[in-house]
C-alpha cells in the first residue's frame, strides 16, 4: 500500500473515531419536565421528583399543557421570564433554559394566586 493511501486511511480511522464518540455521548443537558393541567395543578419534576434545588447551567424544559384555560410560565432573578405555553394552547413543548443562580417561580398566569411553586439555583 502506497505511503499516500496509509495517510488517507489513518486519517479516515480517526475522523470515524471522533464522530462515533460524538454520536455515543448521552445528552448532557438534564431534563425538567413541567405540567400544568388537567385540574388546578402545577409541577415541575426531575427524574420523577418535585424540584426544589438545581445548580446552575442549561436545562431542557418539557412542559405538558393539559388544559386550555392554564399556562405554564417560569419567572426568576434579574427580571428572568418565560413563557412555556399560554392560553389556550394544549399540548407538549420543549425548551432549552439557561438557570443562573437565584430564587425561581412557575406559575399558571391566570391562575397565579393558586397555581405556583418555587425553587433555588445555586
Same mark, same amino acid.
Given at each position: 500500500m502506497s505511503r499516500a493511501l496509509l495517510v488517507? @486511511?489513518?486519517?479516515?480511522?480517526? @475522523? *470515524? @473515531?471522533? /464522530?462515533? @464518540?460524538? *454520536?455515543?455521548?448521552?445528552?448532557?443537558t438534564p431534563t425538567l419536565t413541567g405540567t400544568v393541567g388537567p385540574g388546578f395543578t402545577i409541577t415541575l419534576k426531575k427524574s420523577g421528583a418535585l424540584?426544589?434545588?438545581l445548580k446552575a447551567g442549561s436545562y431542557k424544559f418539557v412542559i405538558s399543557d393539559k388544559s386550555s384555560f392554564h399556562g405554564f410560565s417560569l419567572d426568576g432573578p434579574h427580571g428572568f421570564a418565560?413563557?412555556?405555553?399560554? /392560553?389556550? =394552547?394544549?399540548?407538549n413543548k420543549t425548551s432549552v433554559v439557561t438557570l443562573k443562580a437565584?430564587? $425561581?417561580? $412557575?406559575y399558571c398566569p391566570a391562575h397565579e394566586p393558586t397555581m =405556583?411553586?418555587?425553587f433555588t439555583v445555586k
Open positions: 488517507v @486511511a489513518a486519517v479516515t480511522a480517526a @475522523a *470515524l @473515531a471522533i /464522530v462515533g @464518540a460524538a *454520536l455515543s455521548r448521552p445528552d448532557s424540584v426544589k434545588t418565560k413563557d412555556f405555553t399560554k /392560553v389556550p =394552547f394544549v399540548g437565584g430564587s $425561581y417561580k $412557575y =405556583f411553586a418555587h
